[in-house]
DNA sequence: GTTCTGACGAACA
DNA sequence: GTGTTCGCCAGAA
């Protein structure tokens, strides 16, 4: 199993408007515990071209120290899909109570099976 | 083999 | 609400 080809097909279905959180993408991959793997990998460019502006951490602040351009470019992505980024002493931010993806069980293990399927 | 590092997270104070 | 500490596990050196 690819741990990095699940992140990836994960974070090419977080909805358009919508953002997911380290945790959540490590969790659909199967491995609660690798938050950070995730962003590793995605720094690493190992995923190629995701969009991986949708991806915040857990308390729904932008990381910053992204594979983008510049600072706010990844702010500049997400509003144009309608997400409200906030500035706060922390950075920017997101509201997760509202633009957070809320994976369903259903979605969680259509995953599941894909990554069988494809043996990943 | 070991050690360090890291787009992080949860549990604390 | 904030700041700190600790745990996590895959890569890199």
Do not use: H
């Not at 990095?4 to 959540?24: D, F, H, L, S």
Request: net charge positive; aromatic share 10%.
């Amino acid at each position: 199993m690819d741990f990095y080809e699940r992140a990836k097909m994960i974070c090419e279905n977080i909805p358009r408007g919508r953002v997911a959180t380290y945790g959540q993408i490590a969790l659909l991959c199967g491995k609660p515990r690798n938050a950070r793997q995730v962003g590793y990998a995605l720094n690493k460019g190992r995923l190629g071209d995701v969009p991986a502006y949708r991806v915040v951490s857990g308390s729904g602040v932008l990381s910053g120290a992204a594979a983008f351009e510049t600072y706010d470019m990844q702010k500049i992505l997400l509003e144009a899909e309608g997400v409200e980024v906030k500035r706060t002493k922390k950075g920017w931010k997101t509201d997760l109570k509202r633009f957070g993806w809320r994976t369903t069980l259903e979605e969680a293990e259509s995953f599941q099976e894909m990554f069988q399927k494809k043996n990943i």
